[in-house]
């Protein structure tokens, strides 16, 4: 049986690791948290939250392809 697997990843211990959490942190620091008055405001900066995630996941990360010859 021949089962591949593809996932988005990030290597441990590399530079496009360091440049996700510093996209990711001046992303949060950008959300304005000074006036959530109501639940429609905490679902704005939830799903702003969200959308950062995404953002500097799909920027830094890589596609890889796991097998049964991967390491992984």
Known sequence: M???????????????KKKFIKSLMNSIKQLDITDIMSKEDLQTIVLQLATAFENAWSQHSKLKHITKHSKE
């Open 2 to 16: 021949n089962i591949n697997i593809t996932i988005w990843s990030i290597k441990k211990d590399n530079d496009d």
